[in-house]
């Protein structure tokens, strides 16, 4: 069974400030995970993903994040916000011999000028 | 690539009335998924296909709702009566699924649906 939990409805930050969005997971197989966008009046757009590599993935718009297995985490950072990062963000878990994906709640970002 | 594509893009319908998603996956995509999104429940995951088989339904909301994959290239997602309840934005998602498991899912644009 797989599970994710994304920390936070709601996060806000300054333009050219960092972001950062976390995500945990629950995986009884080794996980894939994938962190995608959604703009407003749009479907969901992949960001990035970890399929067993390496574990600091990069993504597109200057996201990356970490998977970190000890803490079963996979949190989304940039370095610096822009104001089109305003969107909402989703983490999803997968795996090997899983059949779908399963995603979080997702997590509003909102940047201040 | 075109992506996925669905139709229509916005539905404003009377409650009661049938109602028809469309959906046309991305060539050569084995799984497609149909979700559901509101403001008060998130994304939900409707039911999904692989090879055109329905393999989980358990997310659909009641027997008002039905979908079918009669080839490899479309899918509906059909629900009748339609009630207000049932006003939200639709999505569909195809992968390629193979041995090791789901890859990233490819999402359309959605189908907002009204039903007054």
């Known amino acids: 069974a797989q599970s994710v939990t994304q920390l936070g409805s709601h996060v806000s930050v300054s333009e050219g400030a960092l972001v950062l969005l976390r995500c945990n997971y629950s995986?009884?197989?080794?996980?894939?995970l994938f962190w995608y966008v959604q703009y407003p009046n749009q479907g969901l757009q992949l960001l990035l993903k970890?399929?067993?590599?390496?574990?600091l993935v990069k993504g597109i718009n200057g996201f990356e994040a970490e998977f970190k297995k000890s803490e079963t985490s996979f949190h989304l950072t940039k370095p610096s916000a822009h104001m089109s990062d305003a969107a909402e963000y989703f983490c999803a878990v997968s795996g090997k011999g899983a059949q779908k994906l399963v995603f979080g709640q997702g997590t509003r970002l909102t940047i201040n000028p | 690539d075109a992506g996925v594509i669905q139709s229509p893009r916005h539905e404003v319908t009377e409650m009661g009335q049938e109602v028809t998603l469309r959906c046309k996956p991305i060539?050569?995509?084995?799984?497609l998924f149909w979700y559901r999104q509101t403001m008060m429940r998130g994304l939900e995951l409707l039911i999904y296909f692989n090879n055109n088989v329905p393999i989980d339904d358990s997310g659909m909301p009641e027997d008002r709702f039905s979908a079918k994959m009669p080839n490899a290239s479309f899918s509906t997602l059909k629900i009748q009566p339609s009630e207000p309840r049932d006003s939200a934005v639709y999505f569909c998602?195809?992968?390629?699924?193979?041995?090791?498991?789901?890859?990233?899912?490819?999402f359309g644009p959605g189908t907002r649906l009204t039903v007054t």
């Open positions: 998602a195809s992968t390629r699924r193979g041995l090791a498991g789901v890859d990233e899912q490819y």
């Open positions: 995986s009884s197989v080794p996980p894939y």
């Open positions: 970890y399929t067993s590599a390496a574990t």
């Open positions: 060539s050569g995509h084995n799984s």
